[in-house]
């Protein structure tokens, strides 16, 4: 049984940086992708980030690119988000995810973890 587990997340001021991290298990996810996204009060799920494991390719939405990172430890199965310079519309739960191919569609991710909440304060 597939399971994504996150962690990380806390209250921080604006400005400050988090990792988050997102422990996979139950298949190897070599031929995955793994992906980030966040909902925040009353708005849609959206598309943060995208890693594929097999060659550690990034994708990224334009409202965190330059200061959000995804990143891989393989022996661990862990997929991290390293977030920086952080606004209070960062705000969200984030959500890890897992599909058959790297994506920014949200229908296109076949596993998906609890949730980790952000709050960013101004």
């Known amino acids: 049984q597939v399971q994504l587990v996150e962690s990380g997340g806390g209250l921080v001021q604006a400005g400050d940086s988090l990792r988050l991290a997102c422990a996979a298990s139950?298949?190897?996810?070599?031929?995955?992708?793994m992906g980030w996204f966040r909902q925040a009060p009353g708005k849609e799920r959206e598309f943060v980030a995208t890693?594929?494991?097999?060659?550690?390719?990034?994708y990224y939405a334009d409202s965190v690119k330059g200061r959000f990172t995804i990143s891989r430890d393989n022996a661990k199965n862990t997929v991290y988000l390293r977030m920086n310079s952080l606004k209070p519309e960062d705000t969200a739960v984030y959500y890890c995810?897992?599909?058959?191919?790297?994506?920014?569609?949200?229908?296109?991710?076949?596993?998906w973890g609890q949730g980790t909440q952000v709050t960013v304060s101004s």
């Open positions: 890693l594929t494991w097999s060659d550690g390719s990034t």
């Open positions: 139950g298949r190897t996810f070599s031929s995955y992708a």
């Open positions: 995810a897992a599909a058959g191919r790297s994506s920014w569609r949200r229908n296109e991710y076949d596993y």
